[in-house]
């Protein structure tokens, strides 16, 4: 029987890997334009945190989201991501 590989992506809170389904993505496309990708398979440069406001709270204030995606990132994206995080699915 054959093992499929998980892929695994870096939290920008906590800085731990962790598969990647267990993850947020947050995309910033060719236009410049940041949202979070629910599908995790929009084009653009993308960072992933857990589903977890202590690390969202950690990256924010180390500004790691903004470093990994090579822009600023307004406050409405990260009211939505937060929001997300506090009431989503997951």
């Known amino acids: 029987?054959?093992?499929?590989?998980i892929?695994?992506?870096m939290c920008t809170g906590c800085m731990e890997m962790k598969p990647k389904k267990e993850l947020?993505?947050?995309?910033?496309?060719?236009?410049g334009e940041v949202s979070i990708d629910f599908?995790?398979?929009?084009?653009?440069?993308?960072?992933?945190?857990?589903?977890?406001?202590?690390?969202f709270e950690k990256s924010v204030r180390a500004k790691r989201l903004s470093k990994s995606l090579?822009?600023?990132?307004s406050d409405e994206?990260?009211?939505?991501?937060?929001?997300?995080i506090i009431n989503g699915e997951g």
């Not at 029987?1 to 590989?5: G, L, Q």
């Not at 947020?24 to 236009?31: Q, S």
């Not at 599908?39 to 690390?55: E, P």
């Not at 994206?77 to 997300?84: G, V």
């Open 7 to 9: 892929p695994k992506r």
């Open 70 to 73: 090579e822009t600023d990132i």
């Open 1 to 5: 029987m054959v093992i499929k590989k």
């Open 24 to 31: 947020l993505r947050i995309v910033r496309t060719k236009d």
């Open 39 to 55: 599908t995790g398979k929009k084009a653009g440069r993308g960072a992933y945190i857990c589903k977890n406001i202590d690390c």
């Open 77 to 84: 994206i990260y009211s939505k991501l937060k929001d997300e």
